[in-house]
């Protein structure tokens, strides 16, 4: 949104209107560059030229809506997968027509494969070539991010239907879940039972680190960069209570040190949850999994979003994380699309 003073031409135009005390207007739309003097916005209307001269303020809105609904809902498909590009984002992205091409030293799928937006240009046979290509020089192995329409499987998608024809196999479905952030922060608040005490970072300090998976610690500086790429994030852990000698309370032989962890990327009016991980040893504790840490860092989540002006919430997991899934549900998350991996056989 782009607030602009009226030039003398635009309010002598309006003497006599209702318009005609009116000395400021707004402009919403996508920037689609900028150079020394002026700045272009493709708006709903059309094409808006604006003289830098003229602007009072600005500000970063997020996605408009693409259906009727609410806002975690009314997104488009396309939309919120460019949002969670931003919530993970790339240390290289290059657009291929709608296709963009994104690298990050092999630290995850997400930020190392050609995510699907639209038409790439050529034909599939050749677009699926410069994607070998394009990770062939990165020594990378090639791999493509497919949004499913909603309601659509994999083998509806006419892109993996002919990939599949030319040697390339679907990987197993990704789940997109959405929801509003006061519903989760309020049904956490209403089922929550751990007693951890919760940690939030501006930035990727050793406590968090300490329960990064192998993954992440076998490309650590990539992770990092990935980690710590957005415009804003913060990072949150869960660690015991301290009594008031200092002395980290529980039975003996309870958990002491960060217990687990989750990453949130704040963009205007969103927030994307990443990384929601346990201690591994604690994975298999009855005492532990009954503690709900999950749950409490997902509260934890949906307080910070509530605080950062990010009314909508979005993450990710496997389609076949059935407990996953249902603790996302509990808490009022909802899915919003599916996606799939393609990758050469």
Same mark, same amino acid.
């Given at each position: 949104?782009?607030?602009?003073?009226?030039?003398?031409?635009?309010?002598?135009?309006?003497?006599?209107?209702?318009?005609?005390?009116?000395?400021?207007?707004?402009? &919403?739309?996508?920037?689609?560059?900028?150079? $020394?003097?002026?700045?272009?916005?493709?708006?709903?209307?059309?094409?808006?030229? $604006?003289?830098?001269?003229?602007?009072?303020?600005?500000?970063?809105?997020?996605?408009?809506?693409?259906? #009727?609904?609410?806002?975690?809902?009314?997104? +488009?498909?396309?939309?919120?997968?460019? @949002?969670?590009?931003?919530?993970?984002?790339?240390?290289?992205?290059?657009?291929?027509?709608?296709?963009?091409?994104?690298?990050?030293?092999?630290?995850?799928? #997400?930020?190392? +494969?050609?995510? $699907?937006?639209?038409?790439?240009?050529?034909?599939?046979?050749?677009?699926?070539?410069? &994607?070998?290509?394009? =990770?062939?020089? !990165? /020594? @990378?192995?090639?791999?493509? %991010?497919?949004?499913?329409?909603?309601?659509?499987?994999? *083998?509806?998608?006419?892109?993996? %239907?002919?990939?599949?024809?030319?040697?390339?196999?679907?990987?197993?479905?990704?789940? &997109?879940?959405?929801?509003? +952030?006061?519903?989760?922060?309020?049904?956490?608040?209403?089922?929550?039972?751990?007693?951890? !005490?919760?940690?939030?970072?501006?930035?990727?300090? *050793?406590?968090?680190?300490?329960?990064?998976? *192998?993954?992440?610690?076998?490309?650590?500086?990539?992770? #990092?960069?990935?980690?710590?790429?957005?415009?804003?994030? $913060?990072?949150?852990?869960?660690?015991?209570?301290?009594?008031?000698?200092?002395?980290?309370?529980?039975?003996?032989?309870?958990?002491?040190?960060?217990?687990?962890?989750? !990453?949130?990327?704040?963009?205007?009016?969103?927030?994307?949850?990443?990384?929601?991980?346990?201690?591994?040893?604690?994975?298999?504790?009855?005492? /532990?999994?009954?503690?709900?840490?999950? !749950?409490?860092?997902?509260? /934890?989540?949906?307080?910070?979003?509530?605080?950062? *002006?990010?009314?909508?919430?979005? @993450?990710?997991? /496997?389609?076949?994380?059935?407990?996953?899934?249902?603790? =996302?549900?509990?808490?009022?998350?909802?899915?919003?699309?599916? =996606?799939? =991996?393609?990758?050469?056989?």
């Amino acid at each position: 949104m782009i607030r602009r003073r009226l030039t003398a031409g635009e309010i002598a135009a309006a003497a006599g209107t209702l318009d005609a005390n009116a000395t400021l207007t707004d402009i &919403v739309g996508t920037v689609r560059s900028v150079d $020394v003097g002026h700045v272009i916005v493709d708006t709903r209307r059309g094409e808006v030229r $604006v003289a830098i001269t003229h602007i009072v303020t600005a500000k970063a809105l997020g996605p408009r809506p693409g259906r #009727r609904g609410a806002p975690h809902r009314a997104v +488009s498909v396309e939309d919120l997968e460019e @949002l969670m590009t931003d919530g993970w984002p790339p240390h290289e992205r290059e657009w291929f027509g709608r296709w963009m091409l994104r690298a990050a030293g092999g630290y995850t799928g #997400r930020a190392n +494969s050609a995510l $699907v937006l639209g038409e790439p240009g050529p034909s599939t046979a050749d677009a699926l070539a410069t &994607v070998r290509r394009w =990770y062939d020089a !990165r /020594a @990378l192995p090639p791999l493509i %991010q497919v949004p499913l329409s909603p309601g659509f499987s994999a *083998d509806d998608d006419p892109l993996v %239907q002919e990939a599949t024809t030319l040697g390339w196999e679907a990987l197993r479905p990704v789940r &997109v879940m959405t929801a509003a +952030s006061a519903d989760v922060a309020a049904a956490a608040r209403r089922t929550s039972t751990s007693s951890m !005490r919760t940690n939030v970072s501006p930035t990727l300090d *050793d406590a968090w680190w300490s329960l990064a998976d *192998d993954r992440a610690r076998t490309h650590e500086s990539d992770a #990092r960069r990935v980690l710590e790429g957005s415009d804003k994030q $913060v990072f949150l852990a869960l660690t015991p209570p301290v009594d008031t000698d200092g002395i980290t309370s529980g039975a003996a032989g309870a958990p002491s040190g960060a217990v687990a962890h989750a !990453r949130l990327a704040l963009s205007p009016g969103w927030a994307g949850v990443f990384a929601l991980a346990t201690r591994p040893d604690l994975a298999t504790r009855p005492d /532990a999994r009954r503690q709900g840490l999950a !749950r409490q860092l997902l509260r /934890a989540c949906a307080d910070e979003a509530l605080r950062a *002006d990010a009314s909508s919430m979005y @993450l990710q997991v /496997a389609a076949d994380n059935a407990p996953a899934i249902a603790l =996302y549900e509990s808490l009022g998350f909802t899915t919003h699309h599916r =996606y799939v =991996y393609l990758q050469p056989n």
